[in-house]
């Protein structure tokens, strides 16, 4: 599994952006993919879950009714939709994938392979 996370960029606070990983090694549709991001100087936290099978989706708190992630087996990729963005959402972003069990979607160890990130930048 190798994955690319895509579409970050510098948004004002209130704006939209939309990320996408893909999987260039085409064996993505086996695992449970997740969002993750890192601001600097703190931990890699969770974000978002997408289950294989099932299709279930979990998100943190902080960006319920904000983000919505999906998940496309045809184009073999998660999206990340974010709208109104705010200046704490600024981090680098990592998709990874995995099978973790419920009770563990927010622990970074329970993915096993990660995209090398991309950043989101929201100015106030």
């Known amino acids: 599994v190798q994955l690319q996370a895509s579409g970050g960029g510098s948004v004002q606070a209130g704006g939209s952006l939309r990320l996408s990983c893909g999987d260039s090694g085409r064996t993505f549709r086996g695992y449970t993919v997740g969002w993750f991001r890192q601001a600097p100087g703190k931990e890699r936290e969770f974000v978002a879950v997408?289950?294989?099978?099932?299709?279930?989706?979990y998100y943190d708190d902080s960006v319920k009714g904000r983000f919505t992630i999906s998940r496309d087996n045809a184009k073999n990729t998660v999206n990340l939709q974010m709208n109104s963005l705010k200046p704490e959402d600024t981090a680098v972003y990592y998709c990874?994938?995995?099978?973790?069990?419920?009770?563990?979607?927010?622990?970074?160890?329970?993915?096993?392979?990660w995209g090398q990130g991309t950043l989101v930048t929201v100015s106030s």
């Open positions: 997408v289950y294989v099978g099932n299709m279930r989706e």
């Open positions: 990874g994938a995995g099978r973790p069990i419920l009770s563990s979607i927010s622990r970074p160890s329970a993915y096993y392979y």
